[in-house]
């Protein structure tokens, strides 16, 4: 039974990924910051959950001397695009010296080089891609736009000097856009879904309020992307890098017309300016060869079964 130590385990991917490693028998260890969620997967008896801060290098070495993983993923991160522009410096700074702490840890416990992690960066490490380079692969120079594309680029380097100078065994996993239950406001999709729901208790006049509806995504299920998670610590090689993507982009229209025609509610579009951004890729989408040929890893969930499991958690959260 493999046993996997997961960080940023509360997060939206982190909740997905401790029950879907559950469900292949594994035991799990993650660790968090806040008291821990009850979720169902919080009382597996495979399932134990520390609070810890992996600044402290002390605490990571003492973790993984007393638990013995034989994988790491990890998903801790200031995660937000947004407010890595409000927050440059703190974006940069949580995200590499937690990352950097967190090797430490590794590699002054008895695991070392043993431990195999998988460290998880972002589509924003591409930054803005000349359409005549899509789908966008492994190899395409990385220019970040964003600070938090800025700051997994950089944990890239840490990763190559800590694979370089101590031998640890990291890889390194780029998702593109996530979508599925769970996700919070501040996306595209939970914003849409959220407003239908009011718009149907008849909390929100029928007006959707949107921003670029032209822009097209590479979305991919958060339960698509913690399979291929799991897979990449399995059977993933040392160095390596590996977009997580669909492989095909999908406008931003369609994903509303979707979840539209997922209700009874006739609505007119708003176009807000203040949801319309300064900077906005209008097409983007990556390559999964790799990692399909390496892995036997594709997509299984439709865009349509993603689009009504989100509808529906935020019929579920949003009450009358
Ligand atoms: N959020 C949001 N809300 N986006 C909207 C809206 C709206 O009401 N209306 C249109 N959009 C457009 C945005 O302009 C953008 O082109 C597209 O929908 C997707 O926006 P987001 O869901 O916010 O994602 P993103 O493309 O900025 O990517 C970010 O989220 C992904 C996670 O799902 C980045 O963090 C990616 O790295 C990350 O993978």
Not at 141 to 164: A, D, F, H, Q, W
Not at 237 to 265: A, P, W
Not at 277 to 296: A, C, F, M, T, W
Request: aromatic residues 10%; negative net charge.
């Amino acid at each position: 039974m493999m046993k996997i130590l997961i960080t940023g385990c509360n997060g939206f991917v982190g909740k997905h990924l401790v029950e879907f490693c559950l469900s292949q028998q594994c035991e799990v260890i993650g660790i968090g910051r806040g008291e821990g969620s009850q979720e169902p997967s919080d009382i597996h008896d495979k399932y134990t959950y520390v609070k810890g801060d992996f600044s402290d290098v002390e605490f990571v070495k003492n973790l993984l001397d007393h638990f013995q993983p034989d994988g790491l993923i990890h998903l801790a991160a200031q995660s937000s695009v947004k407010d890595s522009w409000s927050d440059i410096s703190g974006t940069v700074d949580v995200n590499l010296s937690k990352t950097v702490s967190l090797y430490e840890g590794i590699r002054k416990s008895t695991l070392a080089n043993k431990l195999k992690v998988l460290s998880v960066g972002s589509s924003e490490e591409y930054g803005y891609i000349d359409q005549g380079k899509m789908p966008i692969r492994e190899s395409e120079r990385l220019l970040p736009v964003s600070p938090y594309g800025l700051s997994k680029y950089l944990v890239e380097t840490v990763n190559e000097y800590y694979i370089r100078q101590f031998g640890l065994n990291i890889l390194h996993a780029r998702p593109f856009n996530h979508i599925g239950p769970g996700q919070s406001l501040g996306f595209v999709v939970p914003d849409f879904s959220a407003q239908i729901v009011n718009i149907e208790l008849g909390k929100q006049a029928p007006v959707m309020n949107v921003g670029n509806l032209d822009a097209k995504r590479d979305f991919l299920d958060v339960r698509d992307i913690v399979r291929s998670y799991f897979l990449l610590l399995q059977y993933g090689t040392q160095g390596e890098i590996y977009n997580v993507c669909s492989g095909i982009s999908i406008s931003i229209r369609s994903i509303l017309d979707t979840l539209v025609s997922m209700s009874n509610i006739k609505i007119t579009v708003n176009v807000d300016p203040k949801l319309i951004r300064k900077i906005d890729v209008p097409d983007y989408y990556g390559s999964n060869e790799k990692i399909q040929h390496e892995l036997s890893w594709t997509p299984e969930f439709h865009i349509s079964t993603s689009l009504a499991d989100s509808l529906n958690y935020y019929r579920e959260i949003i009450k009358v």
